[in-house]
T-cell receptor, first 109, second 116 residues
Framework: RKEVEQDPGPFNVPEGATVAFNCTYS??????FFWYRQDCRKEPKLLMSVYSSGNEDGRFTAQLNRASQYISLLIRDSKLSDSATYLCVGQSGTYKYIFGTGTRLKVLA | NAGVMQNPRHLVRRRGQEARLRCSPM?????VYWYRQLPEEGLKFMVY????????ESGMPKERFSAEFPKEGPSILRIQQVVRGDSAAYFC??????????????FGEGSRLTVL
């Protein structure tokens, strides 16, 4: 089993839709979690950290379920500019960040 | 305030040649990571370095690949005798310290290696 696993998509959604991505992780990548965003042929950038209690940043909500070993990202009121690949990241130890393969999102006009 | 600088952005090599990729971390950052991304795949950890020290190179192929982060100058990822399978985007990231609370790695724009 991969340490961090994501559905590659693509998820094609209309503008204004709500879309959710899940990511599962193994014990080796279970210290802390993050969502990164990567635009086509660009570098990844931190979108948000994921806290056990769940956290929200504007239209984005991240949640962690340790019992089932998955994290989720919910995007409300999707914008065209949200089209990107969303990378789930698990931290293993003090410095090792393990990236999932990413979930592609296309928001359609 | 410059971000993470990588060069070259694009590099073309013939099989058997050497590729050298350079990375200057953000000012004040002393921790450097190298990741490789193949088309349609995620980022694969290669190596983690601090100034003058390789901390973890468990993701680096045992042969032909090496990395350094000298006291002065950029970090360098070196690939000897390149093969077509080495064609990928190589991303460098830096952080101010290990276990950074925010988990934020600052990535460079990547170096895209094409092996003919």
């Amino acid at each position: 089993r991969k340490e961090v696993e994501q559905d590659p998509g693509p998820f094609n959604v209309p503008e204004g839709a709500t879309v959710a991505f899940n990511c599962t992780y193994s014990n080796s990548a279970s210290q802390s979690f993050f969502w990164y965003r990567q635009d086509c042929r660009k570098e990844p950038k931190l979108l948000m950290s994921v806290y056990s209690s769940g956290n929200e940043d504007g239209r984005f909500t991240a949640q962690l379920n340790r019992a089932s070993q998955y994290i989720s990202l919910l995007i409300r009121d999707s914008k065209l500019s949200d089209s990107a690949t969303y990378l789930c990241v698990g931290q293993s130890g003090t410095y090792k960040y393990i990236f999932g393969t990413g979930t592609r999102l296309k928001v359609l006009a | 305030n410059a971000g993470v600088m990588q060069n070259p952005r694009h590099l073309v090599r013939r099989r058997g040649q050497e590729a050298r990729l350079r990375c200057s971390p953000m000012k004040g950052h002393s921790h450097v990571y190298w990741y490789r991304q193949l088309p349609e795949e995620g980022l694969k950890f290669m190596v983690y370095l601090q100034k003058e020290n390789i901390i973890d190179e468990s993701g680096m192929p045992k042969e032909r690949f090496s990395a350094e982060f000298p006291k002065e100058g950029p970090s360098i990822l070196r690939i000897q005798q390149v093969v077509r399978g080495d064609s990928a985007a190589y991303f460098c990231a830096s952080s101010p310290s290990s276990g950074t609370i925010t988990g934020e790695l600052f990535f460079g724009e990547g170096s895209r290696l094409t092996v003919l």
